[in-house]
């Protein structure tokens, strides 16, 4: 019997339950997707007509790249540095508490996405012959710093307590493209159905997206937006803390 | 003398399973702690936990009489932990290794350069150093992994097997470093290689099931142990003449003639001694003895606990 088949009988050896996440982001990844470019459920009929104007586009192309970057970086490396003893043990045994560690990777993750943000705010001014103004650009790095925050404790959390790269290539693919898709990125927000508009809105890449979008196109400093995200921010920092700090400790 | 290491009912269990089981023991400032036991006996686990890189569940650790969890940020700075696998990034080079780890002890760059340079001639990893890990052997990452956890001269070192994959060359000279700090570091060792420690360890435990099934110095061990002395001696060619002279003597209980090697085993140093009087050195390469056989100790101590 060929080996290469052996290989493929261990993988669907494993307990059923270890193929339920996949299905379940495939789900939701296909919803998304579907409802980014569908007006709604049972209703095939493409959105694009509901595009009015073509400067909406701009933040989300930036806070697509950064927020991509940013968990993708933090899902993998938080991935290898954890689940790898090797690499968090030569940080450890060099003194840093796991709650130092905590700190040096958020950072260090946070700053990969914030660097891409700056990089494609200036490719686009660039790209655009300078037509944006650049505080709308400096407006959207506002947001998208904010934001990087809650996606890249995400990335974190998940790359240091699951250990299968697959999951965290599954949640890039299935999940984060869709949401970013579903955030305005495309299509604005308000273009949505009510019900559809009124729980994507409170998504946190809606917010990156359509916050910024709302300060550097219309010139509207959506507070509330802002203040949710700082929420979310502060929620997303003391349970990943708390949950990253007792893995490397265990 | 002072406690450089205490803990007081420690105990870790995973997943409902005891790894440490309410230990108590202090490691005194300046002496040489040998941790033994058969593998998943909890050495690793005990280990993890002196070095503060593993919290306990119960119980309270003291470092230079500094509780743990609480002043690990003080605490951390003097101990040097290594463990059993590698502590290296395997796409940095050995050198980048190192700089990175002096770089987070915040040791200045001309000491670190100073340090690092003879260390690395010490255990002869030059011709390597600007090279990945990936292509190391066994052997060299392990030098690699002990250059990192001596760059900072810690006060207190905690090596997990650190002779694992080690040539003889290494071997010397980390048992010869050990050797040269005894009295002035801590040091807390796990290790297979009885025949290398048992020249400096002045305490040992035996550990199982995480659990301390014996402490005390070796002397102590051998007063235990109800095994046999053996003593080797090393002809230059097959000695039958040597053999004939030695048959009858009282306290040899087994002759065994190995080509050039004559095993003897005998009751205890009395026995070997009378040996030694029918030698001619002449004929003579090398002669030893096992005095204690800590693994036979570490066998005849669990089986007698009924394991």
């Known amino acids: 019997m060929n080996k290469g088949w052996l290989l493929v009988r261990e993988q669907l050896r494993k307990k059923p339950i270890r193929f339920l996440p996949g299905i379940v982001f495939n789900l939701v990844g296909t919803l998304f997707l579907f409802l980014t470019f569908c007006v709604g459920l049972r209703e095939f009929l493409p959105r694009i007509d509901d595009i009015g104007i073509t400067e909406i586009v701009f933040p989300g192309i930036i ?5 991509i970057v940013a968990y993708a970086v933090a899902v993998f490396d938080s991935g290898r540095f954890v689940q790898d003893r090797q690499l968090v043990d030569q940080v450890g045994i060099a003194g840093l508490l796991p709650s130092e560690i905590y700190l040096g990777k958020t950072i260090e993750y946070w700053l990969a996405g914030m660097t891409h ?4 705010g200036i490719f686009v001014l660039v790209f655009t012959g300078f037509a944006i103004p650049f505080s709308s650009i400096l407006s959207l790095w506002l947001f998208t710093a904010v934001g990087l925050v809650l996606v890249t404790q995400i990335g974190l959390i998940l790359g240091a307590c699951v250990a299968d790269s697959k999951i965290h290539v599954l949640t890039i693919s299935c999940l984060l493209m869709p949401l970013m898709l579903m955030s305005g990125f495309l299509v604005p927000m308000h273009s949505l159905h009510g019900a559809f508009w009124s729980v994507f809105a409170y998504f946190p890449t809606a917010l990156i997206v359509d916050g910024a979008r709302s300060l550097a196109v219309y010139g509207d400093f959506d507070y509330l937006s802002l203040i949710y995200l700082v929420i979310l921010d502060g929620a ?12 490397l400790v265990r | 003398m002072e406690a450089s290491i205490t803990l007081k009912n420690i105990s870790k269990h995973f997943d409902k399973k ?7 023991l202090g490691v005194e400032k300046g002496s040489v702690f040998a941790v033994t036991g058969r593998s998943g006996a909890g050495k690793s686990t005990l280990l993890r936990v002196l070095s503060t890189m593993m919290t306990p569940d119960e119980g309270l650790l003291f470092i230079n009489e500094k509780e743990c969890p609480g002043n690990e940020a003080e605490v951390k700075r003097s101990i040097g932990y290594l463990p059993d696998h590698d502590i290296h990034d395997p796409w940095l080079t050995g050198w980048e290794n190192l700089q990175q780890t002096a770089r987070l002890l915040e040791i200045p760059e001309d000491e670190f350069e100073r340090r690092a340079k003879l260390l ?11 090279e990945c890990p990936v292509v190391y052997s066994k052997g060299k990452k392990r030098i690699l992994d002990i250059i990192q956890v001596l760059l900072n001269d810690p006060e207190i070192l905690i090596l997990d097997e650190p002779f694992q994959g080690l040539d003889y060359y290494a071997t010397n000279v980390l048992n010869n470093y050990l050797i040269s700090q005894y009295g002035k570091k801590t040091i807390v060792i796990a290790s297979h290689e009885f025949s290398v420690i048992q020249t400096f360890a002045d305490r040992w435990i035996v550990l199982h099931q995480g659990k301390i099934r014996f402490d005390g110095t070796l002397e102590k061990m051998a007063s235990q ?8 001696i090393l002809f230059k060619q097959p000695n039958g003449e040597f053999l ?3 048959k009858g003597i009282e306290g040899i209980t087994e002759i065994r003639n190995r080509q050039n090697t004559v095993e003897i085993v005998a009751d205890g140093f009395d026995g070997f001694s009378q040996i030694m009087k029918k030698i001619d050195f002449d004929t003579v390469i090398s002669i030893g003895c096992n005095a204690v056989r800590i693994d036979e100790f570490i066998n005849q101590l669990l089986s007698d606990e009924g394991f």
Not at chain 1, 117 to 120: E, F, M, Q
Not at chain 2, 18 to 24: Q, R
Not at chain 2, 225 to 232: A, E, L, M, T
Request: with cysteine; proline share 2%.
């Open chain 1, 117 to 120: 943000a700056i990089l494609s």
């Open chain 1, 63 to 67: 806070a697509a790249i950064s927020v």
């Open chain 2, 244 to 246: 004939e002279s030695i």
């Open chain 2, 120 to 130: 690395i001639a010490d255990y002869q990893l030059e011709d390597v150093i600007h």
């Open chain 2, 18 to 24: 005891y790894a440490l089981s309410n230990l108590t």
């Open chain 2, 225 to 232: 142990v109800d095994v046999p002395f053996i003593g080797y």
């Open chain 1, 236 to 247: 997303a920092i003391w349970i990943c803390r708390h949950f990253y700090v007792r893995k």
